[in-house]
C-alpha cells in the first residue's frame, strides 16, 4: 500500500499548514509507516492511505516521488 505522510521537520515545530510537508511511503500498514519513520524526528500530522484514484492523481504531480526506506 502505499501512504501519504504529513509532517513537519521536527518535534519542536508546531503544525502550521504552510509549513507542512508530505512525502509518499510504500508499507504495510500505519503502523509500519510511523516505524519507517521513526529515526527521522519529523512531527508527523497525518498518514493517509492511498487509493487508486488519489494516487493516479498525486502522480500527475511532478513533485511525486515514492521514498524507499
Known amino acids: ?4 505522510v504529513y509532517y513537519q521537520d521536527t518535534m519542536e515545530e508546531y503544525p502550521i499548514r504552510e509549513r507542512t510537508k508530505s512525502l509518499f ?3 504495510d500498514s500505519v ?4 516505524q519507517k519513520l521513526v529515526d527521522h524526528g519529523y512531527n508527523i500530522e497525518y498518514i493517509q492511505q492511498m487509493d487508486e484514484i488519489h494516487l493516479a492523481y498525486e502522480q500527475q ?5 515514492l521514498e524507499s526506506l
Do not use: P, Y
Open 61 to 65: 504531480s511532478a513533485d511525486f516521488e
Open 1 to 4: 500500500m502505499i501512504f501519504k
Open 25 to 27: 511511503l510504500e508499507a
Open 31 to 34: 503502523r509500519d509507516v510511523r
